[in-house]
């Protein structure tokens, strides 16, 4: 019934966070990855190097099923629909034990992977759902920039539980959504506006 209901502009929140599965605790067989067009990343010691393909292709399978929301979305809306990435993640190096949604979670006794590790997964992530929207007219929107600090992770400011952005974090994402809603509603009054230009240019015959 909403989805054949949607009208305006839509903002999706469905693919945030299969990345943290991947990479939130150290895997029973460590790992790490080589990103192709970074490959100076950090590598974590001693860790199995996994091959980017592979652990691509995992990742998309296990982001699919919610790439499929996003596209029954696009298929309903008649106006325009964006997707907000997820946060990067927190350069820990220690798990947050006085977090109470890690404990929950992940328990006392997990132990959080590597932060490059991490940054790798989410970047992967979001690459995987930049490209699908590029395919399913879907604007993909970048978390926001002032949220990362110079090495690309989540500055301590707007630090949430666990994967999460704080409620200042929240503030810029909505920022970033009344920034969009307005240049959405000046491209229809521009084009508003030219269409009357039109009709008002046709001659009528006397």
């Not at 399913?136 to 978390?143: G, Y």
């Not at 090495?151 to 539980?161: A, C, E, N, S, T």
């Amino acid at each position: 019934f909403i989805l054949e209901h949607l009208s305006g502009t839509v903002f999706s929140f469905a693919v945030s966070g299969i990345h943290i599965n991947y990479a939130m605790v150290v895997h029973p067989r460590p790992y790490d990855v080589i990103f192709p067009n970074d490959p100076d990343l950090p590598l974590t010691a001693g860790a199995e190097i996994a091959p980017y393909d592979a652990l691509q292709a995992s990742l998309e399978t296990e982001t699919r099923p919610f790439l499929q929301i996003m596209a029954a979305v696009r298929a309903a809306s008649q106006g325009q629909v964006f997707h907000m990435d997820a946060p990067p993640p927190r350069e820990l190096e220690v798990a947050p034990t006085d977090d109470p949604y890690w404990m929950s979670f992940y328990g006392a006794n997990s132990v959080i992977s590597p932060p490059w590790l991490r940054y790798k997964l989410w970047r992967m992530h979001s690459s995987i759902v930049r490209s699908y929207c590029r395919e399913a007219d879907i604007t993909f929107v970048p978390s926001p920039p002032e949220a990362s600090d110079a090495r690309g992770f989540l500055d301590p400011r707007y630090w949430g539980h666990a994967g999460h952005g704080n409620l200042e974090y929240g503030a810029l994402v909505l920022r970033q959504m009344q920034h969009l809603l307005q240049r959405d509603a000046d491209k229809r009054l521009d084009a508003g506006a030219v269409e009357q230009m039109d009709a008002d240019a046709v001659i009528k015959p006397e």
